[in-house]
């Protein structure tokens, strides 16, 4: 499987970004895409997921202001980011693994995704 992400960029405080990742070479399900960040000296973190048949996952501080979503004719997954704040600021990776992931706790360890795109640069400014 690859993953191919995008739509990164720099906007000011309060503004919008739709990220896209765009997978290739998967042939069947259950599966799960994601999207983690990682800001410079900080642990990768989730961000959010949704599961082949529409299941969604946000991290508590990004609740209410994305939202994640698929279009499995185009084999893509987005990211809408409104409100944006100068803490949302990372490199956003998009990520997958074949699996059924039954927990939040699963979902959510990066440890759990066998395939991940590169990274997209979010910046945002204050």
């Known amino acids: 499987v690859q993953l191919q992400a995008s739509g990164g960029g720099s906007v000011q405080a309060g503004g919008s970004l739709r990220l896209s990742c765009a997978a290739s070479?998967?042939?069947?399900?259950?599966?799960?895409m994601a999207w983690f960040r990682q800001a410079p000296g900080k642990e990768r973190e989730f961000v959010a997921a949704?599961?082949?048949?529409?299941?969604?996952y946000y991290a508590d501080d990004v609740k209410g202001r994305f939202t994640i979503s698929g279009d499995g004719a185009k084999n893509t997954v987005y990211l809408q980011m409104n409100g944006l704040k100068p803490e949302d600021t990372a490199d956003y990776y998009c990520?997958?693994?074949?699996?059924?992931?039954?927990?939040?706790?699963?979902?959510?360890?990066?440890?759990?995704?066998?395939?991940w795109g590169q990274g997209t640069l979010v910046t945002v400014s204050s």
């Open positions: 949704i599961t082949w048949n529409d299941g969604t």
């Open positions: 070479g998967r042939t069947f399900s259950p599966y799960i």
């Open positions: 990520a997958t693994v074949n699996l059924n992931l039954k927990s939040r706790m699963e979902v959510e360890a990066y440890g759990m995704y066998d395939y």
